[in-house]
């Protein structure tokens, strides 16, 4: 089929007209009245362009702690809702993403939930997670991962706020009406594994030998920032930079190979002092947070100016390219793992056309 004929509508008559109005008595409709728009030429996001300036947000997060509490909230997070897609919480067409407070001395219920989940930490001093009987303590950068329908609550013992960006794959699950959740027994859960148990398994090229994979999320929880800025600093020194990403890494499930959960990808990327990135298009709208630095994205016509722990957000097949001003590092989240197992995922960088 042409892209001109997908792109076109049959013309409208009188007798076509009284046609389409019976086929609505009978809860029909002609395909061909609406075939550009289910079937477009190529990707039509309802997501546009956004950021959302941490400076901006903190103050309004922190006045959020102040008029409920973590409990009555059951999780005090502000949504970072996408204009394009109004009054739907998704900051995304596939994702959800919010900030998320835990103020000194507060815990959140423990609860699951079909939607996975992670947490890109942003501000952590002793704050911790709780996954499935094993706390994470969280520090700034880490990532940590939920996987669907495992038990998780958070604390902080510490003295200042704990704040971290939430992205779930809800919209997802809502799509395909699979939602649901429960509440443990007990506000916090019992801790059944040490800290550090997980990583210890199976984050270190090694596995118990009779360990077999009970979900397809990944067995390790902490994925922390000083791991993950190592790798980048070693590749830096001994790899050459991509023309659009410089130096990006990808997190994997270590028993697998493949994502930490099924339907989003996390990336962690690095743009070294002066960076400027070729343009690329990409079918997974991308939520990126800056971890270090500052510098500008070039997302279709709109330019952002972003630093350390401002949040922008992609849509599928717009133009980006990135530049820093110093060392920079972005981590970014998208659902490219479920596009890739459909078959559908494409990326383009016309530069190398």
Known sequence: MSVSALDSKPARTPEREE??????????????EVLSEVVPPH????????????????????ESGRLITAKEAERRV??????????ASQITQSLYAGLQLVLPGETAPTHRHAPSALRFVIESDGGYTSVDGERTTMHPGDFIVTPSMTYHNHGNPGAGPVTWM???DLPLVNFMDAGYAEHHPADTQPLTKPDGDAYARYGANMFPVDYTPARSSTPVFSYPYTRSREILDQMYKNSPLHPCHGI??????????????PAIGTFIQLLPRGFKGAPYRFTDSTIFCAVEG????????????????DIFVAPSWMAVSHEADGDAVLFSASDRPLQQYFGIW????????
């Not at 270590?254 to 959960?261: C, F, K, S, V």
Request: net charge positive; hydrophobic share 40%; proline share 12%.
């Open 43 to 62: 990707p039509k996001p309802h997501a546009v362009p956004t950021i959302w300036s941490y400076d901006e947000m903190r103050p309004m997060l922190m």
């Open 166 to 168: 939430d992205v779930l």
């Open 248 to 261: 990006k890494m990808r997190f994997v499930n270590p028993a697998t190979g493949g994502p930490p959960m």
């Open 346 to 353: 494409r990326e383009h960088a016309p530069f190398l056309a």
């Open 78 to 87: 502000l949504i970072l809702a996408n204009p394009g897609i109004v009054g």
């Open 19 to 32: 046609f389409y109005q019976r086929l609505l008595l009978k809860n029909s409709s002609p395909l061909w």
């Open 294 to 309: 500052s510098g500008r994205t070039h997302i279709g016509s709109t330019t952002f100016q972003w630093k350390r722990n």
